[in-house]
T-cell receptor
Framework: SQTIHQWPATLVQPVGSPLSLECTVE??????LYWYRQAAGRGLQLLFY??????ISSEVPQNLSASRPQDRQFILSSKKLLLSDSGFYLC???????????FGPGTRLTVL | KNQVEQSPQSLIILEGKNCTLQ??????????LRWYKQDTGRGPVSLTI?????NTKSNGRYTATLDADTKQSSLHITASQLSDSASYIC??????????????FGKGTHLIIQP
């Protein structure tokens, strides 16, 4: 089975500072990878997805970017954080062979 | 537009009681439907996954049903425990290889079990 690691678990950053959240996946090769944001009391909003190394698709215009430098590594970044970037960020991985999606433990980001 | 609607938005029940959560979807084509449990501040964990041909699947005290004709699913929790307090998310896959239209998420039902 897959294991998804995310770090850090919590992060407090000032407005205008950069951001880098990392996600790594174990237990599968060439997974589809996803970044979601979940606002309090809201559903999951898909931010980015990747079907392979260097292949990133963005779902919503925003202040964030994503990169996939390795098959099992997915990074969410920002050059300058906004207050509206606060939220709970989840990394997801889809094992295409079983069509089952798994989620990481999440990162709670607070921008002050 | 693909949509997944869950009801109720929130639910409070006493420990030991049963409850049923609903999920209605308008996703096409349909590949599978999953129920996830998400504890506060944690990532969602898969409970069940059902394909078009399956209409019931159990995982311990959790039983999911699927009616592909009416495009409805339910998650029944039997003999609830305090640890069942969580958000329950219904996710429907259109099976497009995991792309932008591959997964549609419901907003979840927030379940609180009271002692």
């Amino acid at each position: 089975s897959q294991t998804i690691h995310q770090w850090p678990a919590t992060l407090v950053q000032p407005v205008g500072s950069p951001l880098s959240l990392e996600c790594t996946v174990e237990g599968t090769s060439n997974p589809n990878l996803y970044w979601y944001r979940q606002a309090a009391g809201r559903g999951l909003q898909l931010l980015f997805y990747s079907v392979g190394i260097g292949q990133i698709s963005s779902e919503v215009p925003q202040n964030l970017s994503a990169s996939r430098p390795q098959d099992r590594q997915f990074i969410l970044s920002s050059k300058k954080l906004l207050l509206s970037d606060s939220g709970f960020y989840l990394c997801g991985a889809l094992a295409t062979s079983t069509d089952t999606q798994y989620f990481g433990p999440g990162t709670r980001l607070t921008v002050l | 537009k693909n949509q997944v609607e869950q009801s109720p938005q929130s639910l409070i029940i006493l420990e030991g009681k049963n409850c049923t959560l609903q999920c209605n979807y308008t996703v096409s084509p349909f590949s599978n439907l999953r129920w996830y449990k998400q504890d506060t501040g944690r990532g969602p964990v898969s409970l069940t996954i059902m394909t078009f041909s399956e209409n019931t699947k159990s995982n311990g005290r959790y039983t999911a049903t699927l009616d592909a004709d009416t495009k409805q699913s339910s998650l029944h929790i039997t003999a609830s425990q305090l640890s069942d307090s969580a958000s329950y998310i219904c996710v429907v896959s259109a099976g497009s290889g995991g792309g932008a239209d591959g997964l549609t998420f419901g907003k979840g039902t927030h379940l609180i079990i009271q002692p």
